[in-house]
């Protein structure tokens, strides 16, 4: 069974870059896809960013594209989740996400198998 753990969150400012690591285990994950979601406090979980685990390649939502990046690792155990120019409003829980198949749309959480348990990242002002 595929486990997946964050890391990297923590209190940044207004304008800094955050980097957050995903790190996939629990055997070698041939599945199609990981993803990053987050939630700010009170509102829904949103995608923002996958990759296809074939091919590395990677995919942005509208609320990050632009100044996101995301990669694997060569030995394919680690996504790395780069986000510049943070603003107050990219303050929230972080989760990565795994799916052993194509399901669909990337934003749907219900097409995601496994997750994390998330990090907190918060952007001051």
Known sequence: QVQLVESGGGLLKTGASLRLSC???GGTFSGYAVAWFRQPLGKAR???S???WNNGAPYYGDS???RC???RDSAKTTVILQLNSL???DTAIYYCASSQYYKGAF???AHWDSWGPGTQVTVSS
Do not use: R
């Open 23 to 25: 790190a996939v285990s």
């Open 107 to 109: 934003d749907l959480t």
């Open 87 to 89: 603003k107050p409003e």
């Open 50 to 52: 996958a990759i296809n």
């Open 69 to 71: 990046t995301l990669a």
């Open 46 to 48: 949103e995608w923002i």
């Open 64 to 66: 990050v594209k632009g």
